[in-house]
Each structure stands twice: as structure tokens, then as C-alpha cells.
């Protein structure tokens, strides 16, 4: 509870500090509905009894105070239509949302971005912060609703206590909503992941990449099919919790209507046989007008503050996981100039964070200073897992990783992030940048600098692509930003060029560089990057790591590891391997043979 509170006072204090006469606004015309709606009640009162009484100066004094009242209910109640909430809620939920995403953005980690269950989470909060500001200010809104009610039974309480029992009447409404939204908050969260899967569907329908593949496949109906299970899967899911969850809300708010009815005949009854004044009927029936629309809008405004709720835990869970984030950020050494001995794994195993399955095992090897490493083995044995713990993506639970003896996780990140390159097996697509940016992001620092552009392209091999596009670097990279579409290569090409836009990493990664690309490319994308790899190492001690499934592509290694199930269980040169006869000859001989055996053409 305290956590949604603290999070309701930072959300009013973000409101006041980027829209501060907006929140004085609704603050001022809130407070003031409270007191012209008590106010004209007692007014009026006065007003009765007053000319019962043939006080005719205070009874006009009163008729006017009432009349003012009246009015100024009338001139906020507007005002309150036009403000709304909608303006602050656009306001502070750009800001709450700008802040989710850099801090998201600057997580060091990834596995928010690789678990699904925190995926779940995060699919949830997607356009929550806006629902959640909504939240917070529809609770300042039924503050001042509570202000109003409790006033009304206060003077309703005085003239008779039957009315006080609507106060508990008034919690029936309220428990059920909560229980309904525990169930719409269950299903949201179960039908994350369905969910997820009929958009990942629809883009799949909808993307001219798998869009040929579909067709080629004849599988566009089985698209469909399975998009419409899953969306009839989550929508069922949903639904059948909204219904349940309304069923709920209307049983609560019958029990309190069938209460109010009965309170009201009590007093009615009282007021017949002359137990109250002529005012008090007038205070009771003003109030008791009021009353119903103010349960209404409380229960209104709390229906709307609850439904936020589904957001808080997720939106909660992720600054505390961004909070953990940050404090478990522990080196803050920096990297050395240049590598002397190497990175040096010493007995690291790895699991995934929620995860049993040992997927590094016990690896220990030294990548000299200096060297071309070649890391290859089956699909799953571990490679792509050793590049992210290079990467600092995720840390080893057991052995360590040290750079030159020096714990890879006393450096500090960033630092280390600066003196490394990589270009990653499933890298990304940048299509509402120009080329020049998509290059130029490997090195934010140098995205403006021409030199250092041209040089990684060229490393790349991705001249080529440049010449051809209408604008050149300067071109988009989709039709839908104004530009054109790259091919699957020259995505991989342009990831190239990224991964080269840093003059002096000391750890320079390619995973599988040359998937997506045809022979000739290959080759001299090989060869650039062996020649880049000796300039590296004889610069600053860099290590080159190359991840490939084709063989003889990384037999000029250095050193070749051969990882199978996260075991790391051969090492040593292309033909020592090839001597020993081991798993790496296997593969190698099976790799010649399916070659050799490719028709000329
Ligand atoms: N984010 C993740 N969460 C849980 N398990 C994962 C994750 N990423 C990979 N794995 C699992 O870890 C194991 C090693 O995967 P990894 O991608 O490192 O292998 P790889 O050798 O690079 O495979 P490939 O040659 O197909 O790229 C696999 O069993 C994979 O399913």
C-alpha cells in the first residue's frame, strides 16, 4: 500500500512541476465543489427555517448565499467537463512515459528483453503511463468525492443516524469492484503471451519479408487460422473476465441502492410525523439528491483509479527491477589501453536468469592477446551465450571472466562497452533511420563523423550499398520513412559496417557475420575482417572472436573452440583439430564432403 502511495505522490508532484497551473486548476475547482454542493444544502436550510420563523433579512441573506452556491456548482461543474483530466493525463504521461523508456533504454542488461515472463510485464505496460497518471489524478478526484460524502453524512448523521449506515453500504460496491479487478488483472497477465502471438501473427501477415514466404508456402490460411485462435484465445480469455468482473460490480452496487431506499423511507417517516423542521426536509432532500450522485461518482472514481491498478504492479516491478538494475552495477575499473594476456575464462557456467538448463559449462580457456579466436560447435551449444557474457549482457553465476587478469566484472560497463565491437547473430533493423545512422549508432559518439563512417563501410564491404541507394548515406531505410528497402544482406552488411565504427576495441565480435550473405560476399567479407583483426592486434593486443558454422571460413584462426552443449571440448588449431581427429575433424570432413558434392554450375 505504501509503495501506491508513494508512487501517487511523485505522480502529483511530477504534475505540479510540468503543469503546474493545470494541477491548481483541478485542485481549485474540485475543493470548490465541495464546498458551494455543502454549502448551498445548509444555505438552503437557513433559508427554510429562516422564513418560518418570519426572519425575512436572513432569509433573503440565505436564499442568496444559496443562490450563489448554486450557481458556482453550476459554472464548476462545467468547468470540471472542460478541464477533465485529459490535458494533465496527455502532460505528466508523456513525461512518466519518456523517463520508463531512457531508463529502460539505458539498462545495462538484457534480461528484461529475453525472459518471457518480464516480457509479459512489459507488453502490459505498454501506453500504461498515461492510464496510470489517470489512475493517480481519479484518486485525487475521489478524495475530494470522500471530503463531500463525509460532510453529507455528517449533517445527514445529525438529523438522523440511519443515514450513517449508508457509509457502510457505500464499501459494497467498492469490495466487489476490487474483486473484479483482480480477476481482469489475472487475465491480463495469462493472456499476455497469447496475446503477444496474435500481433507477432498479424506482422507476420502483414510483413513483405515472410509475406513471400507465405505465399511461396501456400500458408496464408494457416496464418489466419492460427492468428484467429490466438486472438479468440486471449479475447475469451479477456472477456469471460470483464463478465465475470461486471456480474461482480453490479451485485455490489444493487446491495447499496437497496439500502439507500430503505435509509430514505426511514427518514421521509421521521419528517412526516414531525420530528424535523421544515429545513431539515429541505437539508435531507438536497443532500440526499446530492448523495446519490456523489456514491455514483466516487465509486465512479475509484472503478477508474482501480482499473489503473492493473498497470501499478507491473509499472512497480519494473522501476524496482531497474532500481535493483542500477545498484547491482558494480565495476568501476576501466579496461586496460591496450591487452597484454588476453580474456581469460576460468571455470565460468551460465544459466539464464528462471532457468535450470546449464547452458555454459565449466569453460576455461585463455583468448591470447592479440589472436583470432574461432568459436564453433552445434546449433545450441553455447556460442551466442559466450558472446552476451563478453558483452556484459549477463554475468557468469560460477568462475569468472577476466580481461589482462582483471575481473571483467570490476570493470565498469560502459567503459568496457567502449573498448568492444560486435556484430550479433540476430541483429537489428533500423528502417526509419538513413544509412549513415544505422552505420553511425555502433559509435554514437562519431555519428556525425564522415571518416569514421566511410571507413567501417568500407571494412564492411558495404560500399556497394551506398552507391546504390537514391540519396546515399543519407537515404532511409524503408519505403515507409521515404526511402527504400535493404535485402536481408544488406541488413547483415549494414550490421557489419556498425560493428566497425569503433577505431580501437580490444574484443571485436562477429556471430555469424556472413549468414546472410552469398559466397563471393562472404569471402571478401572474411578477408577484410581477417586483415582488420591483424591491424586491431597489432594496434592494442585486440582479440578477435568469430562465430561461424562455415568451417572453412575460420580456418585461418589462431585458435579454434569447439563448444558442444556448453562444454567446451576441443580447442586448439584448424589442423591440429583436423590431426586429432576429434568432434572439429567430423564437422569439418562432413562440411567438405556436402560442398564438394554442390553441382558446378
Ligand atoms: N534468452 C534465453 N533464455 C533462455 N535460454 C536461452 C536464451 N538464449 C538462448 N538460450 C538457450 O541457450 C542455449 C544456447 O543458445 P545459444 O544461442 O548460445 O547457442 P548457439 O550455439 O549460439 O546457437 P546457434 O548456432 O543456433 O546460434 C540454447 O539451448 C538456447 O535455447
Redesign the pocket.
Known amino acids: 500500500m505504501t509503495r501506491y502511495l508513494r508512487l501517487w505522490v511523485e505522480v502529483l508532484g511530477i504534475s505540479w512541476r510540468h503543469a503546474g497551473r493545470l494541477t491548481a486548476t483541478v485542485f481549485a475547482i474540485e475543493a470548490g465543489l465541495v464546498i458551494a454542493n455543502i454549502g448551498m444544502a445548509l444555505a438552503m436550510r437557513t433559508a427554510v427555517d429562516e422564513m418560518g420563523a418570519r426572519n425575512e433579512a436572513p432569509a433573503v441573506g440565505a436564499a442568496v448565499a444559496a443562490a450563489v452556491a448554486c450557481t458556482l456548482v453550476l459554472v464548476l461543474n462545467r468547468l470540471h467537463g472542460l478541464v477533465g483530466l485529459f490535458l494533465i493525463v496527455e502532460k505528466v504521461g508523456a513525461v512518466i512515459e519518456d523517463r520508463l523508456l531512457r531508463d529502460i533504454a539505458t539498462l545495462q542488461q ?2 528484461h528483453l ?2 518471457s515472463d518480464y516480457l509479459d510485464r512489459i507488453t502490459v505496460l505498454k501506453g500504461a503511463p498515461k492510464r496510470i497518471v489517470g489512475g493517480m489524478w481519479n484518486a485525487v478526484r475521489a478524495c475530494f468525492t470522500f471530503l463531500q460524502l463525509a460532510l453529507t453524512l455528517v449533517l445527514l448523521g445529525a438529523v438522523s443516524p440511519w443515514f450513517l449506515a449508508l457509509l457502510g453500504l457505500a464499501v459494497a460496491p467498492l469490495w466487489c469492484d476490487r474483486k473484479g479487478r483482480e480477476i481482469e488483472s489475472r487475465a491480463e497477465i495469462d493472456t499476455a503471451e497469447v496475446f503477444r502471438l496474435q500481433r507477432h501473427l498479424f506482422d507476420v501477415a502483414t510483413d513483405a519479408a515472410a509475406g513471400k514466404e507465405i505465399r511461396t508456402g501456400l500458408a496464408g490460411p494457416t496464418v489466419a487460422r492460427l492468428q484467429t485462435a490466438a486472438m479468440g484465445e486471449a479475447t475469451a480469455g479477456r472477456y469471460a473476465a470483464r463478465v465475470r468482473a461486471a456480474w461482480l460490480r453490479a451485485m455490489g452496487y444493487t446491495v447499496f441502492v437497496v439500502g439507500f431506499a430503505v435509509s430514505l423511507s426511514v427518514i421521509m417517516h421521521r419528517a412526516s410525523s414531525g420530528n424535523a423542521t421544515a429545513g431539515d426536509v429541505v437539508l435531507v432532500v438536497t443532500l440526499t439528491l446530492n448523495l446519490q450522485q456523489t456514491v455514483e461518482a466516487a465509486v465512479g472514481q475509484l472503478t477508474a483509479t482501480m482499473s489503473a491498478g492493473i498497470y501499478l504492479d507491473p509499472y512497480l516491478w519494473l522501476r524496482s527491477y531497474i532500481a535493483a538494475e542500477r545498484e547491482s552495477r558494480t565495476g568501476h575499473k576501466m579496461p586496460p589501453g591496450q591487452l597484454r594476456t588476453g580474456i581469460r575464462f576460468d571455470h565460468v557456467s551460465f ?5 535450470n ?1 546449464i ?2 559449462d565449466d569453460v576455461s580457456v585463455l583468448l591470447p592477446a592479440g589472436s583470432v579466436v574461432a568459436l564453433v ?12 557474457l563478453l558483452s556484459r549482457f549477463y554475468h557468469p553465476q560460477t568462475g569468472t571472466i577476466t580481461v589482462d587478469d582483471v575481473d571483467l566484472c570490476a570493470l565498469e560497463t560502459e567503459a568496457w562497452r567502449q573498448r568492444t565491437s560486435a556484430a550479433y ?1 540476430d541483429f537489428g533493423r533500423y528502417p526509419q533511420m538513413t544509412f549513415a545512422e544505422a552505420v553511425g549508432l555502433g559509435d554514437i559518439a562519431k555519428l556525425g563523423d564522415q571518416e569514421a563512417l566511410f571507413r567501417a563501410i568500407d571494412t564492411a564491404d558495404a560500399d556497394g550499398i551506398v552507391d546504390r541507394l537514391p540519396e546515399g548515406a543519407a537515404t532511409r531505410l524503408s519505403p515507409a520513412y521515404g526511402g527504400v528497402d535493404l535485402s536481408e544482406g544488406q541488413w547483415q552488411k549494414t550490421a557489419l559496417a556498425r560493428a566497425s565504427m569503433r577505431w580501437d576495441p580490444l574484443l571485436f565480435m562477429l ?2 557475420p556472413t549468414a546472410s550473405l552469398d559466397a563471393p560476399s562472404e569471402h571478401t567479407v572474411f578477408r577484410r575482417y581477417m586483415e582488420r583483426a591483424r591491424q586491431l592486434a597489432a594496434r592494442n593486443g585486440a582479440v578477435t572472436l568469430v ?1 561461424s ?1 562455415r568451417l572453412s571460413t575460420v580456418a585461418g584462426a589462431d585458435l579454434v573452440l569447439v ?1 558442444d552443449r ?1 562444454k567446451l571440448v576441443e580447442q586448439g588449431t584448424h589442423e591440429e583439430l583436423l590431426a586429432a581427429g576429434g568432434r572439429y575433424s567430423e564437422l569439418y570432413r562432413l562440411q567438405a564432403k556436402a560442398y564438394s558434392m554442390r553441382p558446378s554450375v
Open positions: 538484457i534480461e529475453e525472459r544459466s539464464y536468469p528462471g532457468t538448463k547452458v555454459i560447435g552445434e546449433f545450441g551449444s553455447g556460442k551466442s551465450t559466450l558472446v552476451k547473430q556471430d555469424e562465430v558454422h563448444l556448453g
